[in-house]
């Protein structure tokens, strides 16, 4: 008997698919109501700091340099009160493979379905997140499929969505461009059932632990470079796993 891929089939099958393509069961650090026990899941099923790092200079991610931008600095110093105006540094995150700090995510996740014997990894995502999983898939040997919601609900294209396929298409990726909305976690769904690939999403624990080397880098190479802790740091965030 065919199995039923209608949408609310294949919705009921979501904590099945999920299972197979991760290798962990969410419900397994879920407490009564509606805690959750984070650290629980990255102690069982993350890996270290010294792994994670070993892991991600494989593939030439991390130890990013930090930059001092003196003409900012000067800039700050004119216009602050005497004696006052920081010294502003940047750790250039695009010196990553494919460009930004989402590499560190896509590591891990990567080597972790290697690990596990996958022969592809599957990522639902807009932004510089599927580049970075492509880039990593492709020097791990393994398939990618990126699920892009590219579509607004007239079937326009947004640019600069558009462009970020074609990024991922060079390093070897198929996308798979859809509308915003529920269609587009179906497919996901359907995907990872019908072709048994790991789940490279942004949010499972391997992803996040990869993203921890950045804060440990930044202090050691501050200490290194200045000889003491920057006094502030300061993180831009949009969403999108930053």
Same mark, same amino acid.
């Given at each position: 008997m065919?199995?039923?891929?209608?949408?609310?089939?294949?919705m009921? @099958?979501?904590?099945e698919?999920?299972?197979?393509?991760?290798?962990?069961?969410?419900?397994d650090?879920?407490w009564?109501?509606?805690?959750?026990?984070?650290e629980?899941?990255?102690n069982?099923?993350?890996?270290d /700091?010294?792994?994670?790092e070993?892991?991600?200079?494989?593939t030439?991610?991390?130890?990013?340099?930090?930059?001092?931008? %003196?003409?900012?600095?000067? =800039?700050? %110093?004119k216009?602050?009160?005497e004696g006052?105006?920081? %010294?502003?540094?940047?750790?250039?995150?695009?010196?990553?493979?494919?460009?930004?700090?989402?590499?560190?995510?896509?590591?891990?996740?990567?080597?972790?379905?290697? %690990? =596990?014997?996958?022969?592809?990894v599957i990522?639902?995502?807009?932004? #510089?997140?599927?580049?970075?999983?492509?880039?990593?898939?492709?020097m791990?040997?393994?398939?990618?499929?990126i699920?892009q919601?590219?579509y607004?609900? @007239?079937?326009?294209?947004?640019?600069?969505?558009?462009e970020?396929? @074609?990024?991922?298409?060079a390093?070897?990726a198929?996308?798979?461009?859809?509308?915003v909305?529920?269609?587009?976690?179906?497919?996901?769904?359907?995907?990872?059932?019908?072709?048994?690939?790991? #789940?490279?999403? =942004?949010?499972t624990?391997?992803?996040i632990?990869?993203v921890?080397?950045?804060?440990?880098? /930044?202090?050691?190479?501050?200490?290194?470079?200045?000889?003491?802790?920057p006094?502030?740091?300061?993180?831009?965030?949009?969403?999108?796993?930053?």
């Amino acid at each position: 008997m065919a199995k039923d891929m209608s949408f609310e089939a294949v919705m009921a @099958r979501n904590t099945e698919i999920m299972k197979k393509a991760i290798g962990i069961d969410y419900e397994d650090f879920e407490w009564e109501g509606i805690g959750f026990d984070y650290e629980k899941m990255m102690n069982e099923t993350g890996y270290d /700091l010294e792994e994670i790092e070993k892991i991600q200079k494989e593939t030439g991610v991390g130890n990013t340099p930090i930059l001092e931008l %003196r003409n900012l600095t000067k =800039l700050a %110093r004119k216009f602050a009160p005497e004696g006052k105006g920081a %010294r502003i540094f940047i750790k250039d995150e695009a010196s990553n493979p494919s460009g930004s700090f989402k590499a560190r995510r896509a590591a891990t996740s990567c080597y972790h379905a290697q %690990r =596990l014997g996958y022969k592809g990894v599957i990522a639902a995502t807009s932004g #510089n997140y599927g580049a970075a999983v492509a880039s990593q898939a492709a020097m791990r040997g393994l398939k990618c499929i990126i699920v892009q919601e590219c579509y607004d609900s @007239r079937g326009i294209g947004q640019p600069e969505i558009v462009e970020k396929a @074609r990024k991922c298409e060079a390093y070897g990726a198929e996308v798979v461009q859809l509308t915003v909305g529920p269609e587009l976690f179906y497919t996901f769904l359907v995907l990872l059932e019908e072709t048994g690939y790991f #789940n490279a999403s =942004l949010y499972t624990p391997f992803g996040i632990a990869g993203v921890e080397t950045l804060g440990y880098e /930044l202090a050691m190479e501050f200490r290194e470079k200045e000889g003491k802790d920057p006094d502030v740091v300061v993180v831009t965030n949009a969403g999108g796993g930053n």
